[in-house]
């Protein structure tokens, strides 16, 4: 079965920052990956996601992710941090079925 | 515009008692999935409706049920089996129309359950 880790309950960085909140992922066969946020009290909000296309994939608020089968990770990134970026985020697998499995998340502060 | 809503935003409810959470979408999608959601534990899976008149358990199903009577509504309800129903609930929905593969997941604003 598939599953994903994510490494770090709560990421800090300051303003202007370089984000980086990671993903890992388990699977037997290609996946698909994606990443949500979430604001307090909200539902989730797809950032992005991997469909085996191109391996970087570029998606909304100047976040994106690189899927890296070697290292089966699928990191977010975004170079620099804004205050509004503060939120939870959730990478997500699915794999040949329509659930998905999700990470526990990762909240990111921003500070000023 | 399409989406997904789901009613009310706060639920308070008495222990002993039954409560049905509302779902409903318009955006013509066959599935749709019920997640609890509890701080630090991510989203489980309760229960998925893949069609009309048909739905499966998910991870955390126990103390919970469902109906899909009707492809735009999948109401939850929470029954006085569950033994710790105060959490976050998160509806979802996505569709496999041709061409369309990655499974993506479209989610409502949630309620939020308390349970005293």
């Known amino acids: 079965a598939q599953s994903v880790t994510q490494l770090g309950s709560h990421v800090s960085v300051s303003e202007g920052a370089l984000v980086l909140l990671r993903c890992n992922y388990s699977s037997s066969v290609p996946p698909y990956l994606f990443w949500y946020v979430q604001y307090p009290n909200q539902g989730l909000q797809l950032l992005l996601k991997?469909?085996?296309?191109?391996?970087l994939v570029k998606g909304i608020n100047g976040f994106e992710a690189e899927f890296k089968k070697s290292e089966t990770s699928f990191h977010l990134t975004k170079p620099s941090a804004h205050m509004s970026d503060a939120a939870e985020y959730f990478c997500?697998?699915?794999?040949?079925?329509?659930?998905?499995?999700f990470g526990k998340g990762t909240k990111l502060t921003v500070n000023p | 515009d399409g989406g997904i809503t789901q009613s009310p935003k706060y639920l308070f409810r008495k222990e002993g008692q039954n409560v049905t959470l509302s779902c409903e979408q318009n955006?013509?999608?066959?599935?749709m999935y019920w997640y609890r959601q509890d701080p630090g534990q991510g989203l489980r899976l309760i229960y998925y409706s893949q069609i009309v008149n048909d739905f499966q358990k998910g991870d955390i199903a126990e103390g919970y049920s469902v109906s899909r009577e009707k492809k735009e509504s999948f109401p939850l309800t929470v029954t006085s089996a569950q033994k710790n129903p105060t959490a976050f609930y998160l509806c979802?929905?996505?569709?496999?129309?041709?061409?369309?593969?990655?499974?993506?997941?479209?989610f409502g604003p949630g309620t939020r359950l308390t349970v005293t």
């Open positions: 991997y469909t085996s296309a191109a391996t």
């Open positions: 955006l013509n999608h066959d599935a």
């Open positions: 997500a697998v699915s794999v040949l079925s329509e659930k998905l499995v």
């Open positions: 979802a929905s996505s569709t496999h129309a041709e061409g369309v593969d990655s499974y993506e997941q479209y």
